[in-house]
């Protein structure tokens, strides 16, 4: 069982920053790509960005240009760093984890792992 745990949520006013964590302590943590998600009050949940072993990495259309995903593999840590947060933005974020073989990146039903999500409240 991979336990996920993320950190670093809050509250920040518009055009703030935020760095969201998700640590593990799986030793095969490079065996997995490493997901975001969000999710919004009466609101499903959707993809963010995702990061591979190597550091190759894809981001939804709404944050593209705004929020960068990392991570340290020497750690089993992944990183979320969101600027220029818009209210929009406001949603619990959780971390996932999937093999590379476990379908589309963007469905969160091919995600094995999860944390417990962190919320992110972003005021105008």
């Known amino acids: 069982q991979v336990q996920l745990v993320e950190s670093g949520g809050g509250l920040v006013q518009a055009g703030g920053s935020l760095r969201l964590s998700c640590a593990t302590s799986e030793r095969s943590f490079t065996n997995y790509n490493m997901g975001w998600f969000r999710q919004a009050p009466e609101k499903e949940r959707e993809f963010v960005a995702i990061?591979?072993?190597?550091?190759?990495?894809t981001y939804a259309d709404s944050v593209k240009g705004r929020f960068t995903i990392s991570r340290d593999n020497a750690k089993n840590t992944v990183y979320l760093q969101m600027n220029s947060l818009k209210p929009e933005d406001t949603a619990a974020y959780y971390c996932?984890?999937?093999?590379?073989?476990?379908?589309?990146?963007?469905?969160?039903?091919?995600?094995?792992?999860w944390g417990q999500g962190t919320q992110v409240t972003v005021s105008s």
């Open positions: 990061i591979d072993w190597t550091g190759g990495s």
């Open positions: 996932a984890a999937k093999t590379p073989s476990s379908g589309n990146y963007y469905r969160s039903e091919n995600y094995a792992y």
